[in-house]
């Protein structure tokens, strides 16, 4: 619920790039991204909890003000060329700006086989947001996917409170 891929566009041409797959690592689903050939051309598939401009790819977010320190979560990952490439990523705003997020980029060499790899990242977030997004792009040959569950934020940051002087002794 809440996310955004190409599957409305593809279903109207027959082909569904990010299905829900049985194959999770935590609970009964996660998704499943796959290249896919549609009219002579590969389809790179999009998931995203904000939403997609036909241009700028993915947009906007949801209202977040937590300050998290980690994104994280589990991927399995089989390329088939080298060239094959995935991204998972978030991203902070205030204001519309880019404030802090990170990315976990993939390759043609960072298979996993069959088995889900977790991942923990830093969200290099240092200001408050009022939004944050989430982006997956799989950039690969026909029939790659890359499947992504368990997707968190933690970590409740470090803050300084404000003691007034009256108070230190």
Do not use: H
């Not at 994280?72 to 060329?81: D, K, L, R, S």
């Not at 790659?144 to 803050?159: P, Y």
């Amino acid at each position: 619920d809440g996310w955004e891929s190409y599957n409305d566009w593809g279903a109207y041409l027959g082909v569904v790039p990010t299905p829900k797959s049985t194959n999770s690592y935590q609970g009964g689903f996660a998704a499943e991204l796959v290249s896919l050939v549609y009219d002579g051309d590969t389809t790179n598939p999009l998931l995203t909890n904000g939403t997609i401009d036909e241009w700028l790819g993915p947009v906007g977010g949801v209202p977040y003000t937590s300050m998290p320190t980690n994104f994280e979560g589990a991927y399995i990952w089989n390329p088939v060329m080298s060239g094959d490439s995935a991204w998972i990523s978030v991203g902070f705003k205030n204001g519309g700006s880019i404030i802090g997020g990170n990315v976990i980029a993939l390759g043609g060499g960072d298979g996993t086989g069959a088995t889900y790899q977790t991942f923990n990242i830093s969200t290099n977030l240092f200001t408050a947001p009022d939004s944050m997004i989430v982006a997956i792009y799989v950039d690969a040959t026909p029939g790659v996917n890359l499947l992504v569950d368990a997707l968190e934020l933690t970590g409740n940051g470090v803050g300084v409170q404000e003691v007034s002087w009256e108070a230190f002794k």
